[in-house]
C-alpha cells in the first residue's frame, strides 16, 4: 500500500497563477484534510471532507477551493497564488473522524514569488 | 490560532537520556493526539488519550494527560538518534469530524 500520496512535491508558482494539488489514499478511508505549515507554527486545517461529494472549510480557508469527486482523491486548488500562500501542503486521512489518527502524505512545499 | 502549545521548544539530549515535552491548550477536548515528524516529511502518528485517560504507554513513549490543567505531557525514554525529529500534540475538540489543531511543536535533537 502507498499509503497516502501528494502531487507535486515541490512547486513555484508567480502571483496569480492557478495550480491544484493532488492527494490520493488507498486505504478506503472516508476522512480527508487538507493542512498547510508555516515556519514556527504547527498544521492548519484548510478544508476537509467526511466523505466522497463533500466538503466542508477548516480554519484558514480563504483563497483555496477543494474537491472530492472519488473517494480516494482530494484536490486542492489555488484560483488566484499569492505569496502569503507560499507554505508546505499536507494531505491527510482517516478511517472517521473523532478517535482515529490521520495518515499524512509527504507534503508539496509551494513557492509563490 | 493554535489550540495546543508544547514546551520547549527545542531540547538537545544524548542518546540513552529521557525526553520529556509538554503541551497545554485552552479549550475541552474528546481527546489529544501526539505525532512525530523527521525533517522533510510527514507526520507520523504517535499515541492518541482520550479525555478520560490519564496515562498511556507505547513502547518507549508515555503520555499523560490532565484535563483540570489543560495539559499533556509526552516522555520519551532511552532516547535513540533516530527519536531526532519535531514532535506535534494535536487536539480534537469532538465534533466528530476530526478537525485536529496542531501546537507548534517542540524540536528534538538527539546525539549519539
Known amino acids: 500500500n502507498a499509503g497516502v500520496t501528494q502531487t507535486p512535491k515541490f512547486r513555484v508558482l508567480k502571483t496569480g497563477q492557478s495550480m491544484t494539488l493532488l492527494c490520493a489514499q488507498d486505504?478506503?478511508?472516508?476522512?480527508m484534510y487538507w493542512y498547510r505549515q508555516d515556519p514556527g507554527m504547527g498544521l492548519r486545517l484548510i478544508h476537509y471532507?467526511?466523505?466522497?461529494?463533500?466538503?466542508a472549510k477548516g480554519e484558514v480557508p480563504d483563497g483555496y477551493n477543494v474537491s472530492r469527486l472519488k473517494k480516494q482523491n482530494f484536490l486542492l486548488g489555488l484560483e488566484s497564488a499569492a505569496p502569503s500562500q507560499t507554505s508546505v501542503y499536507f494531505c491527510?486521512?482517516?478511517?472517521?473522524?473523532?478517535?482515529?489518527?490521520?495518515?499524512f502524505g509527504p507534503g508539496t512545499r509551494l513557492t509563490v514569488t | 490560532s493554535q489550540q495546543g502549545e508544547e514546551d520547549p521548544q527545542a531540547l538537545s539530549i544524548q542518546e540513552g537520556e529521557n525526553a520529556t515535552m509538554n503541551c497545554s491548550y485552552k479549550?475541552?477536548?474528546?481527546?489529544l493526539q501526539w505525532y512525530r515528524q523527521n525533517s522533510g516529511r510527514g507526520l507520523v502518528h504517535l499515541i492518541l488519550?482520550?479525555?478520560?485517560?490519564r496515562e498511556k504507554h507505547s513502547g518507549r513513549l508515555r503520555v499523560t494527560l490532565d484535563t483540570s490543567k489543560k495539559s499533556s505531557s509526552l516522555l520519551i525514554t532511552a532516547s535513540r538518534a533516530a527519536d531526532t525529529a519535531s514532535y506535534f500534540c494535536?487536539?480534537?475538540?469532538?465534533?466528530?469530524?476530526?478537525?485536529?489543531?496542531f501546537g507548534a511543536g517542540t524540536q528534538v535533537v538527539v546525539t549519539p
Open positions: 491527510a486521512s482517516s478511517y472517521a473522524g473523532g478517535a482515529y489518527e490521520q495518515y
Open positions: 486505504m478506503n478511508h472516508e476522512y
Open positions: 471532507s467526511v466523505g466522497e461529494g463533500t466538503t
Open positions: 479549550t475541552s477536548i474528546n481527546n
Open positions: 488519550i482520550r479525555s478520560n485517560e
Open positions: 494535536a487536539t480534537d475538540a469532538g465534533d466528530s469530524w476530526g478537525k485536529l489543531q
